[in-house]
């Protein structure tokens, strides 16, 4: 029996997932900027660097979500976690263009992953699990998730189809890691009552009672 | 009545911060145009009555127009500057801001600032020119360690300089910057402008009063240059300018606490970004709107003037003065006192 390979049968299947989804993505570019701009700034000047921190933060809000137990199955393999949603379905978390795709090199690895014969076992071989990209895509400034996708390939440059969890109208953007404006402490300035000459001292408005 | 003179001068400046004409005034206080004017040119004095219809119609106490001296002129590029917003507008302005002055001087009457620096004036021919020496200079003199300038409107306190924060209505106006004898240098910064802008707009307004005590015709130029080396020093900024696009400018927004397209104008400025890359970014700004106003998740935490929330501090807790107290000297309505300084004044409570 081959599986629905169809947008409709896993978007069918993800649903009751969406929600962690979106929350999984957002709260790692939430946790990115609020790294202290100073540091932040060499990570968020290169693409890599930006998706690779993002990615990790994501990582570790995967395995907040799913925790060991969970019917979201995360098994680590190669140095990252793929996530298995039943025997059929297998995903893996990824910074997304516009259309789906991904920006990896392509390895041997990633072209098994997008293979559509690919000879990896899992639970149950006869059965090839589909294999999906679970994606976001950053807004304009990187401060926030324009929105999430999950894509499936045919092959390694051949997109089957895709769709959006968010759309950029429901896009989120978070408060984000500012140096305060810190005021000093120290009294650089300072207030007294101004000193007249005594003859004025009985006429003069607001003059000093203590 | 009060014993002193009626001043004429005060009827134009309330006519002003109301923004009422002549015309209008006369027909709501039941007088003539004629009559009006030559009134305020001090031709013609009036009875106690009108006087009373004018505080009626003004809503000013009458004895706002019995206090002495004459409605503080504004720097002559105010208006210069902003020829385009209706001349009712900028008389508001004025109007207002002669009135705070008005305020700041009775308040300062009892009151001395002591502060830590000065703002100095400099003659641009000391510097041979050199705006962006002039800047440097600056904040050598003042202290300030390299990079960003976290607070920016604490610096200028501590040089002694108050900071008002004005609702002017209208977004054209962002500061108004002036030396008055025997005053602190004062700044009248529109509260309502987004921190970023703000504060490049201070540090031009800085620039005006360090080196503008003449206008000249380069003095806008001047300031921007002025306000850009002071909040981005070359030094320091030009490695970051390097390979800017949107998200990085968002990151330095957050770190030189100045807007993103001041940040674009200053790689441009430094010749560190190409004049193709300046246009497709500032495209890509106006695209998404970031230039009538950039991302709100990027909005910079505000900087607080304190300065002139001391000295009412300082009166009420000093000189045991109440509200009720301050609106006498400052001859206003409670509700004018509460619109001009509920942003600064927020701790005093009303003493009925």
Known sequence: ?210 | MSEAPFNAEMLTLARMSRSVTQAELAERAGTTQGRVSKIEHGLLEPDAGLVAEFGRVLEYPSSFFFQPGYMQTLPSWFHRKRKHLPRTILDRIHAEIAIRIRNIGKLLQATEIKAEHEIPQIDVDEFNGSITDIARYLRERWGVPRGPIVNLIDLIERAGALVVPCDFGVSEVDAVGMRLQGMPPLMFVNAGAPTDRMRFTVAHELAHLVMHSLPNDDMEKQADLFASEFLMPEIDIRPQLQHVDLTVLGVLKRVWRVSMGALLMRAKQLKVISGSKYTALWKQMSALGFRRREPAELDLSPELPRLLDSLFVFHRERLSMSVSDLLAMFSMYERDYRRLYSSTNHRLRLVS
């Open chain 1, 1 to 210: 029996m081959f599986p629905d390979t169809s947008s409709d049968a896993t978007l069918k299947q993800l649903q009751p997932y969406h929600a962690q989804l979106r929350e999984i993505f957002s709260k790692a570019v939430k946790k990115f900027n609020q790294i202290e701009p100073t540091l932040l700034l060499p990570l968020m000047r290169w693409d890599r660097s930006r998706a690779i921190c993002i990615w990790a933060y994501a990582m570790e809000e995967l395995s907040l979500a799913f925790p060991p137990g969970s019917e979201v199955q995360l098994i680590e393999k190669y140095g990252t976690l793929e996530v298995h949603f039943g025997p059929n379905l297998v995903a893996r978390l990824k910074k997304m263009s516009a259309n789906g795709f991904t920006s990896n090199y392509a390895t041997r690895r990633i072209r098994e992953f997008h293979s559509a014969d690919q000879g990896e076992l899992f639970v149950l071989n006869w059965a090839k699990p589909l294999r999906i990209d679970i994606g976001y895509r950053l807004n304009d400034t990187s401060t926030g998730v324009e929105e999430v996708m999950v894509a499936r390939r045919k092959s390694l440059g051949i997109m089957d189809w895709f769709y959006h969890i968010t759309t950029p109208d429901n896009a989120t953007s978070f408060p984000l890691a500012h140096p305060a404006a810190e005021t000093s402490t120290e009294p650089g300035v300072r207030i007294e009552a101004r000193q007249l000459p005594e003859n004025q001292q009985q006429e003069s408005t607001g003059t000093e009672n203590e």
